[in-house]
T-cell receptor, first 116, second 111 residues
Framework: DVKVTQSSRYLVKRTGEKVFLECVQDMDHENMFWYRQDPGLGLRLIYFSYDVKMKEKGDIPEGYSVSREKKERFSLILESASTNQTSMYLC???????????????FGPGTRLTVL | QKEVEQDPGPLSVPEGAIVSLNCTYSNSAFQYFMWYRQYSRKGPELLMYTYSSGNKEDGRFTAQVDKSSKYISLFIRDSQPSDSATYLCAMSSGGGNKLTFGTGTQLKVEL
């Protein structure tokens, strides 16, 4: 089974802190994604990556950066956390063309980040 | 206007009811349509997957896609308390695996 793990389930940080959220997948997937999920707004794509060291902006990249140094690991960085970044953060991975369900994304359990 | 519209609910039904969940969309390039189920404090999991128009059935679940109306539906027959979750529609135009999600509909099936 595909497994996507995220480093923390719950995280509390203070305004201005630098925050790292880590995501690891164990199925050799090429694509990895970071979303945030907020009530009434659904899942919004922050950044995604098609390959090691490659990244592309999603719909709401402002205030975030990412790093993908290894294929299995995709990190989301909040350079200076702000209260409006309090949210649920979900990581996902996928592999184009290998599965019956192309475009299927596999999600981690999420990290609930609170910025005080 | 959002690319994908979904009624957030909450929707509360008695056990055994037929549930209908819907999404509308505006991007005619969407070809792949999915329904994800998300239990509380968990990540979404793929429930149903449909390519282009038509119906797909899997046990108590049926997914319908009407591309001419830009409308997709998920039907749940004989609903169970274990179906209580948030249901998210998602769609893609293909290449790149980018998905566009609806906001999700919260469903509660009561005994």
């Amino acid at each position: 089974d595909v497994k996507v793990t995220q480093s923390s389930r719950y995280l509390v940080k203070r305004t201005g802190e630098k925050v790292f959220l880590e995501c690891v997948q164990d199925m050799d997937h090429e694509n990895m994604f970071w979303y945030r999920q907020d009530p009434g707004l659904g899942l919004r794509l922050i950044y995604f990556s098609y390959d090691v060291k490659m990244k592309e902006k999603g719909d709401i990249p402002e205030g975030y950066s990412v790093s993908r140094e290894k294929k299995e690991r995709f990190s989301l960085i909040l350079e200076s956390a702000s209260t409006n970044q309090t949210s649920m953060y979900l990581c996902a991975s996928s592999s184009p063309g290998r599965r019956e369900y192309d475009n299927e994304q596999f999600f981690g359990p999420g990290t609930r980040l609170t910025v005080l | 206007q959002k690319e994908v519209e979904q009624d957030p609910g909450p929707l509360s039904v008695p056990e055994g009811a037929i549930v209908s969940l819907n999404c509308t969309y505006s991007n005619s390039a969407f070809q792949y349509f999915m329904w994800y189920r998300q239990y509380s404090r968990k990540g979404p999991e793929l429930l149903m997957y449909t390519y282009s128009s038509g119906n797909k059935e899997d046990g108590r679940f049926t997914a319908q896609v009407d591309k001419s109306s830009k409308y997709i539906s998920l039907f749940i027959r004989d609903s169970q308390p274990s179906d209580s979750a948030t249901y998210l529609c998602a769609m893609s135009s293909g290449g790149g695996n980018k998905l566009t999600f609806g906001t999700g509909t919260q469903l509660k099936v009561e005994l």
